[in-house]
T-cell receptor, first 115, second 112 residues
Framework: AQKITQTQPGMFVQEKEAVTLDCTYD???????LFWYKQPSSGEMIFLIY??????QNATEGRYSLNFQKARKSANLVISASQLGDSAMYFC????????????FGQGTTLQVKP | SAVISQKPSRDICQRGTSLTIQCQVD?????MFWYRQQPGQSLTLIAT?????????ESGFVIDKFPISRPNLTFSTLTVSNMSPEDSSIYLC?????????FGEGSRLTVL
């Protein structure tokens, strides 16, 4: 069975600083993918970044980067130069090799950016 | 990216009634997915909507409670039947494209 664990229910960061949101996973699939989504208070799910299990380099998308450590089964999200608009819930998720549309989600981390 | 439109965006419903949520995608996709997010919780997959065949439901979800239609490759509906307050959730439609999973804006249902 697959499992995603986010151990930080809530995080605070000062505006313009960097923040790391933790995510660990467990799977027996040889091939899998890891996602990070942002969910503002409006409820929509905004795709941020994706890392495939066979990707050699860590994924980056603008201010978002994914610190993928396969041996440790961790996929932490790093947000650089935090902005007030980054305040939201952040979900880590993964899919296995059998159904790439079926995501298992972590419990989420609420990030608050302080001015 | 995919453009996904969901209707209604929110609704308040009475106990015992049913509500159908619509999901329209801007281009053809093989599979569409329906997720539920209960208040303060994470997302859980309800079912995979396949065009031309019955939906595939996840453990804990049944067709009688959450009937799904998929008449073509760009459209799907999810019905929440005989609603109770425990069905108050955000229901999200999603599609898989080019290695990414995109979500609609969600339908926030409150059952009184």
């Amino acid at each position: 069975a697959q499992k995603i664990t986010q151990t930080q229910p809530g995080m605070f960061v000062q505006e313009k600083e960097a923040v790391t949101l933790d995510c660990t996973y467990d799977t027996s699939d040889p091939s899998y993918g890891l996602f990070w989504y942002k969910q503002p208070s409006s409820g929509e799910m905004i795709f941020l970044i994706y890392q495939g299990s066979y990707d050699q380099q860590n994924a980056t998308e603008g201010r978002y980067s994914l610190n993928f450590q396969k041996a440790r089964k961790s996929a932490n999200l790093v947000i650089s130069a935090s902005q007030l608009g980054d305040s939201a819930m952040y979900f880590c998720a993964m899919h296995g090799s059998s159904n790439t549309g079926k995501l298992i989600f972590g419990q989420g981390t609420t990030l608050q950016v302080k001015p | 990216s995919a453009v996904i439109s969901q209707k209604p965006s929110r609704d308040i419903c009475q106990r015992g009634t049913s509500l159908t949520i619509q999901c329209q995608v801007d281009s053809q996709v093989t599979m569409m997915f329906w997720y539920r997010q209960q208040p303060g919780q994470s997302l859980t997959l309800i079912a995979t909507a396949n065009q031309g065949s019955e939906a595939t439901y996840e453990s804990g979800f049944v067709i009688d409670k959450f009937p799904i239609s998929r008449p073509n490759l760009t459209f799907s509906t999810l019905t929440v039947s005989n609603m109770s307050p425990e069905d108050s959730s955000i229901y999200l439609c999603s599609v898989h494209r080019a290695g990414e999973l995109f979500f609609g804006e969600g339908s926030r249902l409150t059952v009184l």
